[in-house]
């Protein structure tokens, strides 16, 4: 059963955040969702972490008009795999993101406008430590499982080795505990591609540059598939509308990468895309640790980890 | 031994050819390099394809002067392996190339003007009938081998299935007969990257569209390396000249990615890049074919493949 009619929260922490970097961060403003009651000893608390460019709308619609349902609405609800019924289900927008935490959309207090790149450079570490902020003010001691995907995962496993005490279990989902020198080199094109757009303007754009963040996105959709998979899904079919010795005659996996790239710009800001690219290479579970080996040690925290065969990276 | 100092040869054909996909080409002028002699009855010659950003200048020096030798000097030579002493090497500049054969930056005869994207879409199949011209005008009737690899590769596997009575036989290196749907997504993502330039002006550029061209080199670079190599090579290491958290801080191989995609821009030409990848997409072995097998079926002439670990297509 949906969760329903959800409506986002937010809180402002005053707090200010030193981050990673040694740059401090704050105000900090986090939106959040929250599906299912918290129990008389807040015990029975799920936080599910989110990718790259998803929201804190897990589940559940904003209104009746809403056409879609949040991201992950098929296992959120009463009788679901995250059973409403039994846990409260809490998921954030992470700091960096465009959808409502501080991020280089927000107003930076100290010029009045808008961040763009006087934004600081985060780590998915900071993100974790700005989510405890909340979870703290929920009064939430312990967390029964952190639980994501993707960048979802790098946030879960972070709980695990940094804040053990504060969870139970994690649910590590399609993540590398570091990206590879591959997988960095795909986000570096994606960003050039962005840098490349005039439209950018170093970040103080008004309109989202949309062919470059496009482009930058096309490059996302070629990991989102193993080789393997867009064989199956594409092969080398030629688009039936064009003509095979056509200059700008497109291959069909070529076209579904132009689709998906122009539809993303209507919902995710370039400066995030930037920011939070930088925060996936950045990530490395044994970040500060001599070895995986080491930063793993101390955890105490059943971690599971899943990966698709179907996903390139 | 080197060749030493070679001379670029020049041929007109005022014969028109009717491409795949249609479309007449002509007059055709084909840039070629002969090392060594052709023997009396002229049963000496291998031939040399080369690759997407290649030319016909395989080895030795247009002069004293020349920094660097032709691109596959260390194998043709006296004494060397391709060995001048006993075969007449050729190479030959494709169509649709920059390197002197007619490609999109030649004069379109009808307009007096450079062609651009007036330019027809060409076929590796297509290069192969332009350079069979050449072969015929030197009077050669069998070549000893066609030797090459990426679209040198799919050239050779073209005249070893289209012109079996023409070669004794094939050698293909690094080269698939057909690209995947991850492939083509790729080279997809590069020419978007150019489409994208303001300065490529649909292909009525002065100057090459820099930043869109190295892009698309950039993404180039990516596919020849495979995920190991790239490991091997740069790991996660950050640029020591940056700092970790500058926003416009690089990691290792992302210096590697812009340090040869800009290098690139100043010796190959947008238009002809983009041509290329157009024929690099297309090229099936069995175009025309309902099988692999049927396209292989008819070709008596022994052909050796050999692939790359380290070259991640």
Same mark, same amino acid.
Not at 68 to 81: A, K, Q, S, T
Not at 155 to 174: G, K, M
Not at 285 to 290: M, P, R
């Given at each position: 059963?949906?969760?329903?009619?959800?409506?986002?929260?937010?809180?402002?922490?005053?707090?200010? &955040?030193?981050?990673?970097?040694?740059?401090?961060?704050?105000? @900090?403003?986090?939106?959040? +969702?929250?599906?299912?009651?918290?129990?008389?000893?807040?015990?029975?608390? @799920?936080?599910?972490?989110?990718?790259?460019?998803?929201?804190?709308?897990?589940?559940?619609?904003?209104? +009746?008009?809403?056409?879609?349902?949040?991201?992950?609405?098929?296992?959120?609800?009463?009788?679901?795999?995250?059973?409403?019924?039994? /846990?409260?289900?809490?998921?954030?927008?992470?700091?960096?993101?465009?959808?409502?935490?501080?991020?280089?959309?927000?107003?930076?207090?100290?010029?009045?406008?808008? /961040?763009?790149?006087?934004?600081?450079?985060?780590?998915?570490?900071?993100?974790?430590?700005? !989510? &405890?902020?909340?979870?703290?003010?929920?009064?939430?001691?312990?967390?029964?499982?952190?639980?994501?995907?993707?960048?979802?995962?790098? !946030?879960?496993?972070?709980?695990?080795? !940094?804040?053990?005490?504060?969870?139970?279990?994690?649910?590590?989902?399609?993540?590398?505990?570091?990206?590879?020198?591959?997988?960095?080199?795909?986000?570096?094109?994606?960003?050039?591609?962005?840098?490349?757009?005039?439209?950018?303007?170093?970040?103080?754009?008004?309109?989202?540059?949309?062919?470059?963040?496009?482009?930058?996105?096309?490059?996302?959709?070629?990991?989102?598939?193993?080789?393997?998979?867009?064989?199956?899904?594409?092969?080398?079919?030629?688009?039936?509308?064009?003509?095979?010795?056509?200059?700008?005659?497109?291959?069909?996996?070529?076209?579904? &990468?132009?689709?998906?790239?122009?539809?993303?710009?209507?919902?995710?800001?370039?400066?995030?895309?930037?920011?939070?690219?930088?925060?996936?290479?950045? /990530?490395?579970?044994?970040?500060?640790?001599?070895?995986? +080996?080491?930063?793993? !040690?101390?955890?105490?925290?059943?971690?599971?980890?899943?990966?698709?065969?179907?996903?390139?990276?």
């Amino acid at each position: 059963m949906s969760v329903g009619i959800v409506q986002p929260q937010s809180v402002t922490f005053d707090t200010e &955040l030193r981050l990673e970097s040694g740059r401090i961060l704050g105000p @900090i403003t986090l939106v959040f +969702e929250t599906y299912g009651q918290l129990n008389a000893d807040r015990s029975n608390a @799920i936080l599910v972490t989110h990718a790259w460019t998803g929201s804190a709308h897990l589940a559940g619609r904003h209104s +009746e008009e809403e056409t879609r349902p949040g991201w992950w609405d098929e296992i959120v609800g009463p009788g679901r795999l995250l059973d409403t019924d039994r /846990y409260c289900v809490i998921c954030i927008n992470v700091i960096g993101s465009c959808y409502g935490s501080t991020g280089p959309t927000s107003t930076n207090p100290r010029t009045g406008k808008r /961040y763009n790149l006087g934004f600081p450079v985060i780590t998915v570490r900071d993100m974790v430590r700005a !989510q &405890l902020l909340l979870i703290d003010h929920l009064g939430i001691d312990r967390l029964v499982t952190v639980l994501g995907g993707s960048m979802g995962g790098m !946030q879960a496993l972070e709980w695990a080795t !940094q804040f053990p005490d504060r969870l139970a279990s994690a649910v590590v989902l399609a993540t590398s505990p570091r990206p590879s020198a591959q997988a960095i080199a795909l986000n570096a094109v994606a960003r050039w591609a962005i840098f490349n757009d005039p439209t950018w303007k170093k970040g103080e754009y008004r309109k989202n540059p949309k062919d470059g963040l496009a482009l930058a996105r096309g490059v996302g959709h070629i990991t989102f598939l193993s080789d393997e998979s867009m064989t199956a899904k594409f092969g080398r079919r030629f688009s039936a509308r064009d003509g095979l010795f056509d200059f700008f005659g497109q291959f069909e996996v070529e076209r579904y &990468l132009t689709y998906n790239g122009y539809n993303f710009v209507d919902r995710f800001d370039a400066n995030s895309f930037l920011y939070l690219a930088k925060a996936l290479d950045l /990530y490395d579970v044994a970040w500060g640790c001599e070895s995986l +080996e080491e930063a793993f !040690q101390p955890v105490p925290v059943p971690i599971q980890f899943f990966a698709f065969t179907s996903d390139w990276l």
